[in-house]
């Protein structure tokens, strides 16, 4: 017997009509009247009548009352019990990722993983997987791919370089550069001279994207940052360089000795199924 043909059940028997019933349970009249007839055979009795100001319960209606409450009642403290029991997951989530994309993985794992107790921690730290970059993959580790980023010319709204579509490289020149140190792009970039062969200009470092955004946003200057960090961002302009291709690959890095558990077994299944 399903719980929702009791939950029906006693909801009738407690509002003594059938709309009030659909009301409370929030779903359709037709609804209410299907399942009273689902419970009726299997039961193989009549539970109510009707009358021209609702319905009233026979007496195998009032039988039945109290025990479907009693045992509706077990089973939300069973469910209770079970939600108390979920299994813990660490994962390791970096600040500077695309917020749609995020979203979507930690919706999907929710969707998918509805017994697993999600605990998000700084991307270094130790957890059961990380999200991260792939050349940060630690040798011990899989790693899993789901998604690429290219970087863009991160610039204040008012910037000059907002007229082109796509920035030269010589344009480049003399322009005034906000530096990550640690952060991939930039050595990749710096291989990449002005049409003149003279240097950028580096007017400010930082220690993390967000840091630098936060400087161009203030007017240090300019810099190129992954997309997926300018996402919902309205006070800057991202631009391409008419450059070869600059991009970060994402992804999540689990130990390898851990590939076979049955929770990380679940997690990689659910986000490479995912389109992002």
Not at 73 to 101: C, F, H, V, W
Request: with cysteine; aromatic share 6%; glycine share 4%.
């Amino acid at each position: 017997m399903k719980t929702r043909l009791l939950k029906t059940f006693v909801a009738v028997y407690e509002e003594k009509h059938i709309t009030l019933a659909a009301e409370r349970c929030h779903v359709t009249q037709p609804s209410i009247s299907s399942n009273l007839k689902m419970l009726e055979e299997q039961l193989g009795y009549k539970l109510f009548t009707r009358g021209s100001k609702g319905v009233e319960p026979t007496p195998a209606a009032e039988q039945l009352y109290p025990r479907a409450v009693k045992l509706l009642a077990e089973i939300n403290d069973l469910s209770s019990l079970l939600d108390k029991q979920k299994t813990t997951l660490t994962l390791g989530l970096p600040l500077d990722l695309s917020p749609s994309r995020t979203s979507l993985l930690l919706k999907e794992i929710k969707l998918k993983l509805p017994n697993i107790s999600l605990h998000l921690k700084a991307w270094n730290d130790q957890c059961d997987a990380r999200i991260t970059l792939d050349f940060h993959k630690k040798d011990s580790e899989v790693f899993i791919p789901l998604w690429e980023e290219d970087y863009l010319l991160c610039l204040p709204k008012e910037h000059e370089l907002t007229k082109f579509d796509i920035v030269p490289p010589i344009a480049l020149e003399e322009q005034v550069f906000m530096e990550c140190p640690t952060c991939e792009s930039h050595a990749q970039m710096a291989k990449m001279k002005t049409g003149n062969r003279r240097s950028i200009v580096i007017e400010a470092k930082a220690d993390t994207k967000l840091q630098v955004l936060q400087l161009v946003k203030a007017g240090y200057g300019i810099s190129f940052l992954p997309e997926g960090l300018m996402e919902n961002e309205t006070k800057v302009v991202s631009r391409a360089l008419k450059a070869p291709r600059v991009f970060r690959r994402i992804g999540m890095a689990v130990e390898a000795k851990n590939i076979e558990d049955d929770v990380i077994s679940q997690l990689i299944d659910v986000i490479s199924a995912i389109e992002f």
